[in-house]
């Protein structure tokens, strides 16, 4: 009776996993109804020099029109394409742009530097940007500003602004002529295995900005510019940024904040398991030095690494760039509840942490928590000025809160 018991229940087992397997072999419905838009079949050409532009937006304009799932694909090869903006609403929320190639900018900076952006994502809803190379060519630019001549302000490689719940994954930036990734009024945003990379001579290249957006996580990227790896604009609150390789570059700052009168502020920002190496700043909080009513407040710094770092850890709240229109002001931007948690390594400067704050609005309720930074093979200083919190754990250097 047992083994019938035990020959019945096997054969249902065996039937239950055939179905299970027929079942998972089928498409899923987004799958079964996606469609897919080839820009070679719609005439880019992958030669590197012919203008694809008319292919790439002809491409999205279908998959914007389709009423289900809509791909568009970008094969191997090298794609010329000059200023494109790849506008919805759509009439679908699950839209991906698979890129196999490289999109190149047109080499002449002329071009697109006036523009402000190269590749612009706007008013979409449910966008996957996946793989592929930005090549934005803006090394003539960069050696026009370096010149001092008057040049042209320069393009975005990549912007995505007025978007939801949009996906970007091993997707890799280089030689933007200005930013190359900006994230603008957003929400729901995951950027994840992004690679950035140009010159650390590069002018105004920030790697991600990130302004008056919520819900933005960067994940496993790295980043080598001219400018900030990452920098966070007024506006922009419930950040996680975690994993990223920084360097050459300008740090990861949360600024520059102040420059408004009337501004918003940034608030909940994670920044965990990062490395510094050979970057001007580490961590950083920046401030205009005139009134404003914006704010910095309820920042973690977590699980940093600093590898020869000029300034490892800085606020500064006395930003007045050629100073025009702020010297001896007073910052209005509100620093508080900032935490410095399991930071160390090695500075290149002498003072590793250095808090400049507001004579008006002092910064209050920084916590520094096993910090460890040397110079030189000696244990570097600190410098507060109008700055309040508390130390624990390791102190080195010592706290000046």
Not at 91 to 104: H, P
Not at 200 to 210: A, E, Q
Not at 304 to 313: D, E, T
């Amino acid at each position: 009776m047992a083994e019938l018991i035990f020959n019945t229940c096997l054969n249902y087992l065996v039937l239950a996993l055939c179905i299970f397997m027929l079942l998972s072999d089928l498409p899923s419905p987004a799958t079964a109804a996606s469609v897919q838009y080839n820009v070679v079949s719609l005439g880019a050409k992958a030669d590197g020099k012919t203008d694809s532009s008319k292919a790439f937006l002809s491409a999205w304009a279908s998959a914007c029109g389709s009423t289900s799932a809509a791909t568009v694909y970008v094969p191997q090869g090298q794609f010329l394409v000059r200023s494109a903006s790849f506008v919805g609403p759509c009439k679908n929320s699950a839209i991906t742009v698979r890129i196999d190639g490289t999109l190149v900018a047109p080499s002449d900076y002329s071009v697109n530097g006036n523009g402000g952006n190269w590749i612009l994502f706007r008013d979409v809803t449910g966008l996957s940007v996946l793989g592929g190379i930005l090549n934005g060519q803006g090394t003539g630019l960069w050696a026009c500003k370096l010149s001092g001549k008057s040049c042209p302000g320069g393009a975005t490689n990549l912007e995505i602004s007025n978007s939801k719940n949009v996906l970007v994954s091993g997707l890799s930036s280089l030689n933007s002529q200005m930013f190359h990734i900006v994230i603008n009024a957003c929400q729901n945003v995951k950027m994840q295995g992004v690679k950035v990379s140009a010159s650390g001579t590069s002018p105004n290249t920030d790697g991600i900005h990130i302004g008056a957006s919520t819900g933005v996580t960067i994940l496993n990227s790295k980043i080598g510019t001219g400018d900030d790896c990452v920098s966070i604009g007024p506006g922009s609150n419930n950040l996680w940024i975690q994993n990223i390789a920084c360097g050459p570059g300008h740090g990861i700052s949360i600024g520059s904040l102040g420059k408004d009168q009337q501004e918003d502020g940034v608030q909940n920002v994670t920044v965990n398991t990062v490395t510094f190496t050979g970057t001007q700043n580490g961590v950083r909080i920046k401030s205009w030095a005139k009134p404003s009513n914006s704010f910095a407040r309820n920042i973690l710094f977590q699980h940093a690494i600093m590898n020869g770092v000029q300034n490892p850890i800085i606020i500064d709240q006395n930003y007045c760039p050629e100073n025009s229109g702020c010297p001896n002001q007073a910052s209005g931007v509100r620093v508080s509840d900032v935490t410095y948690q399991d930071i160390h390594g090695t500075s290149a400067t002498e003072v590793a942490v250095k808090f400049d704050c507001s004579s008006t609005y002092p910064c209050s309720g920084i916590k520094m928590q096993d910090v460890k930074l040397t110079y030189q093979n000696q244990v570097a200083t600190a410098s507060c000025t109008h700055a309040g919190g508390t130390a624990s754990g390791t102190e080195q250097p010592s706290s000046c809160l």
